[in-house]
Each structure stands twice: as structure tokens, then as C-alpha cells.
């Protein structure tokens, strides 16, 4: 009777009552000084980040969030987003990255649906969300015992984040839209990673240089070079923590030919070199190295 109930749960919740999978979870130091992580997305996975300590905001879309400890923080497949520190150390949170999550009725790894909220406080489920995480981050890192066991405790921790509706919303911070300032970005987003100046995109939109770069500097806030710069480091260091391509091949990826000018830039953004960053994610992470 009991495991006729959990089948009949586990149909009512994911199509076919598949459950889903915990590809990593990686424990985040909020001691460890700022290392920036800029614009990016994840074409096979969404993630589900724990705030345990420190503020700061998140981005996604064309949203703001700020963020506390306690948050809740949801990513989509393929949703563009970045989590900014308010400190000069990092935000304190477990990151978990989920595959073959198949809601009813939902797209493939949807934890939000359009025009949802991005955003929760766990309210009073705080301490048994960190308590959930700091054991899946542990028995992640053991045996194949271990590692099943942190799946189940996944499993849990997920049936909890997904009663959104009862945890607090915590409102976005919406920021001034401007048409051509979405169109601009989107253009951006498109071709970030290829050779193109302002001149190119105001051709490509039918607009001036000069209108490219105030127009969208009022929109999100920073200049179009500085997004497209924000763009391809965000993309390397998801190559570099998920493939074993040399560096050098991953700056042709991301737009730069000249290797040691990628490295400067990459340095000057995220805090470290490529090599360093890529060696840094191994040391932290636990599970599989996918974060596509």
C-alpha cells in the first residue's frame, strides 16, 4: 500500500514518475575572496542554488533579485543569469545542477514557469534545506554507497524547493525597459562570441554607434562591450569546467584569437587565470563535470 501511495505521488508529480538526477553540487566558501562569474546559461541542466551566507543580487533576464542567506535561487535550462556578491568575498551557497527533471506538464528542467518567481526565502524550512545540502555535499564525495545516498537526499530537497508556494516570494528589483535596449542585447546574445563593433550591431539594427551604446548603457546598465565581454568570459568558464579543451582553443571559441589577451582579460574579470579557475572548480566540485 505504502509504495503503491509514493508510485502514485511520484506519477503526479514527474511525467512517467521519473526522478530526477543530481549531475553535481558544489560547495561554494563565502570566506574566499570575489571570483567573477558573468552572463551565462546551461543548454542541458537547470540548478538550484542554497544561499547559506552573505547578500548580494541575482540576474536573469531582465530581472533582479536581491539575495540572503536562506534564498532559494532557481535557474531554468537556458535561462541567461549571474549571481553577483554584495562583499568583497563571495556569497556562501551549494550549487546543485539537475538533469531529467520532467514536471507534469512542464518543459524538460523547467523549475519555473514563465513569469514565475526566480527567487524564494526558505522561511522555516532554512535549517532542513542547509542540513540536506551539507550531507549531499559529503556523501557526494565518497563511495558508490555514498553517492546513491546523496541522490535520495537530492530527491528530498527537491520535493521540498518545488512547494514554491510556500515559501515567502522574494520581489524582483525591475529595472527601466527599453525596447531597443532588449532588442540590442538580444542581437548581443546572438552574436557575442563573432567579431563585431558598435558600428556592426547599429548597422545590423538600423541605428548609429553612438545611439547602440547610450541606449543599452540605460537599459541593463553597462556598455555593449563590456555585456559581450561579460558574455564570452561567462561561456569559457563553463567550457573550462566542463570540457578538457586546451585554453587556447576555448579563447578562439569565445571570440579571441590571441590567447595570452584572452588570459589577461579572463584574469582581470574572474580574479584568475583560466588554468587556475578550471583547477579551482575540480578541487570544489562533486559529481560529474557537466555544467552544459
Known amino acids: 500500500m505504502l509504495l503503491r501511495d509514493i508510485n502514485r505521488t511520484l506519477t503526479s508529480l514527474y511525467e512517467g514518475g521519473s526522478l530526477p538526477t543530481m549531475v ?3 560547495k561554494q566558501s563565502d570566506t574566499r575572496g570575489t571570483v567573477r562569474r558573468p552572463l551565462h546559461s546551461h543548454d542541458s541542466i537547470c540548478e538550484i542554488l542554497y544561499i547559506y551566507k552573505g547578500e548580494g543580487a541575482y540576474l536573469i ?3 533582479t533579485y536581491p539575495l540572503e542567506e536562506g534564498c532559494v535561487v532557481y535557474y531554468n535550462q537556458g535561462d541567461l543569469h549571474e549571481v553577483v556578491s554584495g562583499t568583497n568575498h563571495e556569497i556562501g551557497d551549494y550549487c546543485i545542477g539537475v538533469t ?3 514536471r507534469k506538464g512542464r518543459p524538460l528542467n523547467e523549475l519555473v514557469s514563465p513569469g514565475g518567481v526566480y527567487v524564494r526565502q526558505s522561511g522555516s524550512l532554512s535549517r532542513t534545506l542547509k542540513e540536506l545540502c551539507e550531507e549531499m555535499f559529503e ?5 558508490d554507497g555514498g553517492k546513491l545516498a546523496a541522490q535520495f537526499l537530492f530527491n528530498a530537497f527537491l520535493a521540498l524547493v518545488l512547494r514554491a508556494e510556500e515559501m515567502p516570494r522574494v520581489e524582483m528589483v525591475r529595472s527601466e525597459e527599453l525596447r531597443r535596449g532588449r532588442q540590442i542585447r538580444e542581437y548581443l546574445d546572438h552574436h557575442f562570441a563573432e567579431e563585431i563593433t558598435l558600428e556592426s550591431v547599429g548597422e545590423a539594427l ?3 554607434a553612438t545611439y547602440v551604446s547610450h541606449t543599452f548603457k540605460y537599459y541593463l546598465g553597462i556598455t555593449p562591450t563590456q555585456y559581450m565581454i561579460q ?6 568558464q563553463t567550457l573550462l569546467i566542463s570540457t578538457n579543451d586546451p585554453v587556447a582553443l576555448i579563447s578562439a571559441r569565445v571570440g579571441y584569437d590571441n590567447t595570452n589577451y584572452f588570459s589577461t582579460l579572463f584574469s582581470k574579470t574572474v580574479g584568475m587565470n583560466p588554468t587556475k579557475y578550471r583547477r579551482l572548480y575540480k578541487e570544489e566540485a562533486r559529481g560529474r563535470d557537466n555544467q552544459a
Open 206 to 208: 538600423g541605428c548609429s
Open 100 to 102: 531529467n527533471l520532467r
Open 61 to 63: 533576464g531582465d530581472r
Open 24 to 26: 553535481y553540487i558544489n
Open 139 to 143: 556523501l557526494e564525495g565518497t563511495d
Open 231 to 236: 558574455r564570452r568570459i561567462g561561456l569559457a
